[in-house]
C-alpha cells in the first residue's frame, strides 16, 4: 500500500454496493486525524449501465464490469466486495493474491469450506481481511459494548434478540432467489446472520446450539411474469407456483462458551416490521436493550439509582460514545443517524486498519466470518436432529 | 348452588389471596346484567391472625385455619385455592368432594400425576373447576384474541415471548424456597407457566418442545438470618451460603400443533425488569404486540392502511374491547387498569360461569392447566435430553 | 363523626358518582393502619332507578332521590357530590350545614361567587370540605411530587402540559349540554381545571394569566333526535344544527408566584386521543414528565448519571412511591393500575383524613378548588382582552 | 450558471458549515435524475485553518479567509452562508450583486430591517435566495405535511409544539455570546425560529402572537477562564459572574391566519434534552405528531380504522415518503437517518433548484426567513406588552 493515500474499489454496484460506494465517499470527512487520502477509484459490475452510473453519481473515477480489471489494478489498495456470496471464495482469493486488502460482505460464502479456504488465502499476506458485519458499527451497539467487562454489564448470563423482516410477509409476492435453496439459506442466512454476530459481539463464541426449528409457513409463491428485483410485491404475477424452498422463520436457544445463554428469534414473514432487529443483554451487573427503531439510542439498567428515582435509562449516543465526537458535521447528542452511516464508520474502520489506525473498533476478520457460518450449519444440524443440541466447531 | 347467590371464599390469605379476596368483593360491581348476590363469606389462613386480618380488610364474614372448614360450610358455593401448590390437590379434591365450585392457583400441581387427579376428581361433578390463569383476563390481550381465525391476525404463523422479572437479579438476596427443588421449579414453573399458556392462548396446544435450556447463573445465595418474606431481598443475611438448585433462565422454541412455531424465554435474573411480560403474536393477515408496561394497550399491524400513513397502531383498549364497557366505573377509552383489575375479572368470569352466565370468556380449565404442566415436563425433559424435541402427551 | 366508624354516602349515580361508589367500597381494603370501619350508606340521585341500582352493585344500604335525605341521615358522616356543578353550592351548604364531611368534585361552581360561598361555609365547622381533583392521586404524580424542594427537581423552572381529548373531534357528534354556556365552559372547563390544577400542584400558584385564546373550531353540530348521554356520539342526528357556543380549545401561558413559567394547550377536538394528559416539569436540579398513557410510570432526568450510560429514565411507581406499598393487593412494581384506582385512593385519602390520619396526601381544599376557579376566571378575562396578562386574585 | 454543472461554496467552516460542506458532498449522489454536475469549489473562513482543514476534509478545491473571494470566483455559482447572523446582510447583499445563488442559515438577519434588505436585493435577480430551515428537510415531517389539504389531516385546527435543549440548564456553564444581547435573542432566536418556521410549515402565516413570556431563570453565569466554544460547559471558570442578558425560555400562543391556534414552547434549559423538538399537528380530518427522538417515524391518527384495532399508527418514513426512495443508498423503510442527512437534502433542494428541478420541495425563500423575523419581533413587543396580542405585519 502506498501509505500516502488509499485506493478503494467497490466490487457490486446493487443497493448494499452504493452504501460501500457512498461510506468511501463519506469516511474520509470524519474526525481530524491523520487518515491517508482516500482516492475513489473504481466501480465493477457485470451490469455495465448500473457500473458506470454508480461511479458517475459516487464520484469514482472507473466503472469496470469484471472484477479482474480491479484485482489488477495498481492505483487500487482496498476493495469491497458486495456480490452474491456464491462468488465470494473466488473474487477474495483473486483479491488477496493481488495484494488487496478485501471488506467482504456477509455471509462469507455458501459453504464453511468455502469460508475455510477463505480464511486461508488471507493467512500470512499481511493484508486486512475482514467481513461486513455493518451493525456493529451501530453507535448505540458500541455504547452497549464498551459496558462489558469492568462496564457496568459485568459478565452476560443472556442474550435475547430477534430480527423480524416482513418482505415475506406478502403471500403473494412473488418467487425470486431468495425463496429457492436448502433450509438455512433462507431467513436465516439472509437476516439471522447478522442476529448470531451480535451475540457473539456480547458473549463471545457460541459453544452449542439446540433445539432449531426451520419453518417454511408460506409454502408456494407465484411466479412473477417479469424478474423481481429486491424486496420488491410490485410484480406481476402469473397464476403459476412454485414451492418456497428455505425457512420463513429461525428460531434457536445457544450456550456460549462463557456461560451465557442465548435465545434467537428471526422471520421475514413478520408483517408490518419492515427492518426490526432489537435486543437484550442481561449481565451480573446491569442490562441493555436496543431497538433499530431508536437506533441513536440504548436502554440501560443497573442499580446505581435510589428505588424512587430509578429505572430503565434511554441513553442517547453522544460524544461519550463511540463514533460520535467529531465524526458526523452536527456531532452533538441526539442529532441522530441511520443505517447508511454504518457503511460509513465500517468503511472508516477499514480505511483505519489498513493505515494501522485505531480509533474506531476493527473490523471482524474474516475468521469471524468463518465462526458465523459455522455456527449456521450448526443450526441447520440442530433443525435436522429433531432439535438436538450440536457443538459448534 | 342456591342460585339467588353465590357465597364465596378464598384459602390463602397471602399477596394472591388478598387479590382473590379483593377480586370477589369488587366483581359484583362490574356491569349491570343479573349475576346473583355475593356473598363474601370465609378466608382461611393457616396463620389466624393473617386470616382474621384478611377478613376484616376486604369484609368477609369469617376466618378459619383450616380449609376443611371452607369444604364444609354451607354457605359455602366457590372457593379460591391460593396456597403453595404441593398442598393443591388435596384441598382440591376436598373442596369438589364436598361440592364447591373450585378456581386453582398455578401451576396446578407439582407432579402431572397430581393433576391428573384434580381432573379426574372434577369429572362429571358439574362442577366449575378452573385454573386461574390470571393473565387472560388482560383486556388487552382479549382484545388481541378477538383478532384470531376470521379477525384481522389471521392463522398464527410465529408466537414469540418472553416474561423476564429481577427478583433473582442481585446474587446477595438470600435463599428461599424459590430458589430449592428440581430444575424446572424455578423460573420456569414461577413465570413461564403464564408464558406458556399465553402461547397455547393464541397458538392452541403445543406439540412439541425443544432446545430447552434451564441454566443456573447465580449459583449460591447467602442463607438469610431471618425468614425471607415474598420477594423481598431487604432481610439481614449470613456468611453462610447455599446453593441454588434450579433455573433462573428458562428458554425453549416449540411448535404448535396449528403448526405455528414458538419462541420462549423466561428469566427471574433479568437486572432492572420487575415485571416484563411481552410477546408477539404474527399472523397469515397481521401481527399484534403486548407489554405489561402499557397493559391497556396492544400494538396491531395489517396490510390495510395506505404505505403513506400506515403503521403498527397502538389500539387502546376501549369498550369494543370485551371487559372494558360497563365494567370498572370509569369505562372510557384509556382510563387504563393494572393487574389487580386482572383478579376482578378473573372472579367475576368465575362468579358468571358459576351462574351459568357468559359475558366475559370462561376460566380455563383443570384440564388446561394440567396441559400446561405437561407441557413444563416436556421442557424439563428437553432440557435433560440435550434440547432434543419432546412430544407434549 | 362516631369514631368508631363513618358511614360514607354519594349524591348522583352517574359515571363519577359510581366511581365514587366503587372508590368508598375498596378504599377500606388497602393498608393495614388503623382506619374505622367504614359503612357504605346511601347513594342518592334523582332518577331513581339509577339510584337503586347503583346501591345494589356497590352495596350501600340506601337509595334516595333527595340530596336532604342525605344530609338529614344521622348514620351518615362523609359524603361526596356528584352532581352538575350548578348544585354543587347548595348541596355543600346543606350538607356542612348538618355536620357532613364533604368531598365536591370540580370545578366546584359556576361562579367564583358561589365557591367563595362555599368556602366561606365550611370555614370554622371544624369538617374536612375538600375539592375532588382526582388526578393529584396518580401514585407516578405523586412521586414526581416527592421530588420537589429538596428532592431531585430541585426550584421548578417551567411547566408545560397538554389534556387533549377527542370527544368533540366528530363535527358530526350532536350537540349536547357540553357545547353551551359561555366561553370558559367548554374544554377550559371541564378538562383545562384539572390541568391548571396540577401546574399549581408543582408550582404553587398562578399569579397571572396572559395570551389566552378559546377556540371554537367546530362551530356548529347537528340537533340529537333523542338525548345523548355521556360523550356518546352514538346517537341519530336531526338535519337542524345548532350553534357552538364554548370553546373547543383552551391554550395560555401563566406565571407562577415563584417565579416559574407555565405553558397550558387544552382541546376537546384531538383526533385520536381519548384521554391524553400529559406534563413536563422542568427544574433546577432535574426533569420530570408524566403520560396519562403510562400511567404507572414517570420519566427523570437529573445530572446524576456519567454520560455514557445516562439518560431519561423511566420510573416505575413502587413500593418506593406514595400510595403503592400494602395498598392494592398486588403491590409489587410494575403491576399497574388505572384512573379507577386514583378515585379508591381519594376515598382513602378523604377518610384518613377525617379520622385525623395522614398516611396518604390530604385533598385538595374548597378554597384550593377556589382558587382554581379564580385561575379559569383570570383565563377568560385574558381571552376577551387581547392576551393580555390578568393577575389571579 | 453554467447550465452543465454548479460550482458550489460555504461561507463558514463551523459546525453547522461542515454540515453544509458535507451536504453538497453527499447530495449529488442521491436519486438518479439529471441533476447537473456539481463541483466542490471552496470555503471560507476568516480563521484560515479552520478553512483550510474543511476544505481538506471534504474535498473543495480552495481555502479562504474572506468572503470577497467567493463572491468574486467565477468558477462558484452557488453560496452557503453560514456565519453569525449579524454578518449575514454584507456577505449575501455581496453574493446576490455578484450573481451567486444564495442559502442563507436562519435567523437571517439581527433585525427586520436588515432582513428587508437582502429580501430587496434578491428582486429581480432570477438568483435562488434561500434560508436555510433545515428541519424542512425531515423526511417525517415531510411525510406529515403531504397529509394537510386533500390529504388525512384536513383543515389544521391546532399546532402545538415544543423545542427543548438543556445546553444552558448547568447555571455554572459559562456566560458567552449566546447569553448577550436583548430579550428575543436567546432561546427564541437560537430554536424558537425553529419551531415557529414549522408551525407556518403546517399552518401557514402567523397572524398575531400573544402571551408571549421571555423568561431568564439563570441570572447569572461565570466568566470562563478561557474562550467558550460551540454549547461546550467544560471549559474552566473564574469566581467572576455577568449577567445573563437574554431568554432561558420563551413561550407564547399564536392564532394562524387560516383560523388555526398555535402553542409554543421553548428553552434552553430544559434537563436531560440534549435537542428534543416535537409537535402536534391537529386537523378536521386527522391528526400527526412528530418527536425529533424518533427522527424516522411520525405518528398518525385518523377515523379510518375500525374501533377494535385502531389507533395512533406509528408511520416509519419509507418509499413513499419524498426524500427516501432512491436516496440514501439503502432506501428500505426503516434503515432510519439523522439530521447530518437533512443538510444533505436540503443541498440538493438548493442545487435542483437552481437546475430548474422539482423533485425536492423548494427552500424556503429570504421572504419566508423574513415573514420568520417578523414573528419574533411580534413575540418580543408581546412580552413587552404585558402578552398583549401582536399582529404580525
Redesign the interface.
Known sequence: MASESIGVAVIGAG??G??H??GY??A??LY?AGLPEVRLVAVADTHEPFAR?AAR???YRRAETDWRAIAEADDVDAVSVVVANPLHREIVEGLLAAGKHVLCEKPLAPTVADAEAMVKAAEGTGLVAATGFTLRRSPAIN?IR??LGDG?LGRV??F?G?Y?CDYGH??GAPISWRYRGPLGSGALSDIGSHLVDLGEYFCGPVESV????L?T?VRERPVPLGTAV??SADVRVSEEREAVENE??A???A?FAS?A?????V?R????????LGF?V??????ATFD??????FG?????????????????V????PYVAGG??????????????F?TWQARAFLEQIAGLDRLPHCASLAEGLHNLRVLDAIVA?AS?????VTVQ
Open positions: 443497493m448494499a452504493r452504501a460506494l457512498g465517499r463519506t474520509s470527512t481530524d452510473e453519481r459516487y464520484g455504547g464498551q459496558q457496568g448470563q443472556h435475547n430477534h423480524w406478502n403471500p439446540r433445539g432449531a426449528v419453518s409457513q429486491g424486496h420463513d422463520i428460531t434457536f436457544t450456550t456461560g445463554v442465548g435465545t434467537f428469534s422471520s414473514i413478520a408483517c408490518g416490521l419492515a427492518n426490526s437484550e442481561f449481565g451480573e451487573g446491569g442490562a433499530m427503531a431508536r437506533p441513536a439510542e440501560f439498567a443497573d442499580s446505581s439509582l435510589p428505588a424512587a428515582t430509578g429505572g430503565y435509562r434511554q441513553v442517547v453522544g460524544p461519550q460514545h458526523l458535521p452536527m456531532d452533538f447528542p441526539s442529532v441522530g443517524h441511520g443505517q447508511n452511516d457503511f440442530s436432529a429433531d432439535g438436538q443440541a
